[in-house]
């Protein structure tokens, strides 16, 4: 059974736990996935990765938006799930959160000093994080070191950040409507935090219209009745039920173990033994490809519009070693190398770099794609975008993760309302180019294969693909219901033809046009 616990505080906000803690305290509970939500911060993702692989724990990135209804003032908690990584918008709506909090705290010490408290200041560093944020649990901590208190949450702490505490503030937080939006524009799918705390149940249709997608049922302050009432909106509304411990550690008001409390949502099974390595193993090379394309380059051309760059072979070198490494003897097929054939057991595609001349000019929109095969057919497979910090992932028969998240099945569109993705150089029919909403091409068929997965395109089109451009992406299309067709040497230079979609249905119109 999967124990999932999707609202946990860190060292990084107002928790007391670091992230090893976390993920050994997750372990001991026997949790199978967990998501660190600090308040308005975000915890270095390689430290979260890194423990996670160290305990077997899986992860998603996680935050928890301080935000409020600016109707009514009151607090409205936005929890985001699944986002990339580098999370440009969300960090800028965290730091806009840190400024707030470090000018808040420098009037609260202030008036500290004034009242007559006396506290170490070298201190202040050490409790107030990587983001140089002070919480309340940290003040109140000063004080217990200076004598004021022995306990965090005595009369003291109510004295001062109670209703009408000497140091509670207006609340200044923005409005929801800028917390989802930093969540959705990072590829994260967000969950109101306990509804039932601030009684915010009226707000749940217009969060569903701006993009919510769950509501948090089981958590620590949510009666029966609460989270029957969450249960009910949820059916109402198309939501899915989240939960979680909320737990600070030793910085609660009442100590929660993680696992208190627990999601009913994202209970997916975990990756394998081999999708680890795959996952590991592009996250990696990610890291290191786009490292790599933020520098000049020396690049060649191979022939024909094929180019091939430094990056390309410092990425095939990465995987190609480690997988030699952890899985001796099995074969190996890459672009940048010799053409091979598939044996009768394991064997490993690689497109080191889909999307060079990308790569080049843009410095975006180019790809790496593994795929494993187990005699001729696949068996998992990973895309993953260095510029965005996307991955894709899928195993046989277990659908497909964009960053941990389970996509959905695909849906079929028709011939007149696909968006279509052209990468020929060759004359498409009259009746097929006439017929399509829309036509694009982004230059990397691994690229125009993960836009099929996310449903932002609906057809794609190449008269020059080999197995390396297409094994990852065909498999898991595949995996969430779409089809393709490869026509052998009929493609530009000898090259395959591919024609792919998003449903069977929409294939076979689509042929049929050509």
């Known amino acids: 059974m999967n124990k999932v616990d999707l609202h946990i505080h860190s060292v990084h906000s107002d928790g007391s736990m670091n992230i090893d803690e976390v993920f050994r305290s997750a372990k001991e509970e026997g949790m199978t996935r967990v998501a660190i939500t600090d308040h308005d911060a975000l915890p270095p993702w390689d430290e979260v990765k890194a423990a996670r692989d160290r305990y077997r724990v899986d992860a998603v990135t996680g935050v928890e938006l301080s935000c409020q209804d600016p109707l009514t003032g009151r607090s409205v908690h936005l929890l985001g799930y699944g986002f990339r990584p580098s999370a440009p918008h969300i960090r800028a709506f965290c730091e806009e959160m840190g400024i707030l909090r470090r000018e808040q705290n420098t009037r609260q010490l202030a008036i500290l000093k004034e009242m007559g408290y006396e506290f170490a200041c070298e201190k202040l560093m050490e409790y107030m994080g990587p983001w140089g944020v002070l919480q309340k649990q940290h003040i109140l901590r000063l004080l217990m070191d200076a004598g004021y208190t022995d306990h965090m949450y005595s009369s003291l702490f109510f004295e001062l950040f109670g209703r009408g505490g000497i140091l509670l503030e207006a609340d200044e937080s923005p409005g929801y409507e800028e917390g989802m939006s930093a969540i959705l524009a990072d590829g994260g799918i967000v969950s109101l935090a306990h509804p039932g705390l601030s009684e915010i149940w009226d707000l749940v249709p217009t969060l569903k219209d701006l ?5 948090e049922m089981d958590h620590p302050v949510h009666s029966k009745e609460q989270q029957e009432r969450a249960r009910q909106l949820a059916e109402k509304y198309d939501l899915q039920l989240s939960g979680g411990s909320d737990t600070h550690g030793t910085y609660g008001y009442i100590h929660r173990r993680i696992g208190e409390h627990l999601s009913h949502w994202l209970t997916h099974d975990n990756p394998s033994e081999r999708m680890y390595f795959v996952r590991r193993l592009l996250e990696r090379a990610s890291k290191e490809a786009l490292a790599l394309s933020r520098r000049p380059l020396s690049s060649w051309d191979k022939g024909k519009y094929d180019w091939v760059c430094e990056v390309d072979f410092s990425i095939q070198k990465l995987i190609l070693d480690e997988i030699t490494r952890q899985y001796p003897g099995e074969t190996l097929i890459s672009e940048e190398m010799p053409e091979a054939d598939f044996s009768e057991g394991s064997t490993w595609v690689l497109d080191p770099i889909d999307g060079t001349r990308n790569l080049l000019y843009e410095r975006e929109n180019f790809f790496i794609s593994l795929a494993l095969y187990e005699g001729k057919h696949a068996v998992l497979a990973g895309l993953a975008d260095p510029y965005k910090s996307e991955l894709f992932l899928g195993e046989k028969s277990k659908g497909v993760m964009k960053n941990g998240l389970p ?5 079929s569109v028709s011939l007149e309302d696909a968006l279509l993705e052209n990468g020929t150089r060759n004359g498409l029919s009259q009746k097929i180019l006439s017929s399509v909403q829309a036509i694009r091409y982004s230059g990397s068929i691994a690229k ?35 089809a393709a067709k490869v026509f052998p040497g009929k493609g530009r230079g000898g090259a395959d033809m591919l024609v792919a979609a998003v449903s069977r249905e929409l294939l076979e119109e689509a042929l049929a046009a050509l």
């Open 211 to 215: 993009g919510l997608s769950a509501l």
């Open 448 to 482: 125009s294969l993960s836009m099929l997965l996310s449903g932002k395109r609906h057809l794609l089109i190449s008269d020059k693909v080999k197995i390396w451009d297409i094994a990852g992406g065909v498999f898991l299309l595949e995996e969430l219901g779409g």
């Open 407 to 411: 996509l959905p099945k695909l849906s």
